[in-house]
C-alpha cells in the first residue's frame, strides 16, 4: 500500500514556473513507477510524466516535453515536477499516481494502470 500527497499547486502567470511535489508513505520497490496525471475541467485525466523508482528514467508528454521536469529523492521518498514556461492550457488538477510494474521498456500513460492516487493539487496558469 502505498499512500500520496501532492502539493506545491497555486496560480502563476504564463511563462511562469511552479514545481509541484508528491510524498510518498509505504514502501517503495525498484519496479515502482509513479507518474504525473492532470486534469481540466470537462476534460478526461491525461498523462503528463513518469519516471521509474529504479534508475530513475523518465518519460513525458509531448506537450509537456522540453517544458516539464520529473524527478525524485530516494531519501525523501518524493516525486517532483518542475513546470516552467507555463501555458494556460496547463491549467488543470494535477494527479500523483504510483503502481508496481513489469521493469522493461513500456511506459505506462494510462491512468487506468495506476492503483495509488494522491488527492490532486491545483494548477492556474493567468494568461
Known amino acids: 500500500q502505498v499512500q500520496l500527497v501532492e502539493s506545491g499547486g497555486g496560480l502563476v502567470q504564463a511563462g511562469g514556473s511552479l514545481k509541484l511535489s508528491c510524498a510518498a508513505s509505504?514502501?517503495?520497490?525498484?519496479?515502482?513507477?509513479m507518474g504525473w496525471f492532470r486534469q481540466a475541467p470537462g476534460k478526461e485525466r491525461e498523462f503528463v510524466a513518469a519516471?521509474?523508482?529504479?534508475?530513475?528514467?523518465?518519460y513525458y508528454a509531448d506537450s509537456v516535453k522540453g517544458r516539464f521536469t520529473i524527478s525524485r529523492d530516494n531519501a525523501e521518498n518524493t516525486v517532483y515536477l518542475q513546470m516552467n514556461s507555463l501555458k494556460s492550457e496547463d491549467t488543470a488538477v494535477y494527479y500523483c499516481a504510483a503502481d508496481s510494474k513489469t521493469l522493461g521498456s513500456r511506459w505506462y500513460r494510462n491512468q487506468y494502470e495506476y492503483r495509488y492516487w494522491g488527492q490532486g493539487t491545483q494548477v492556474t496558469v493567468s494568461s
Open positions: 509505504g514502501r517503495t520497490f525498484d519496479n515502482t513507477y
Open positions: 519516471i521509474r523508482w529504479s534508475g530513475g528514467n523518465t
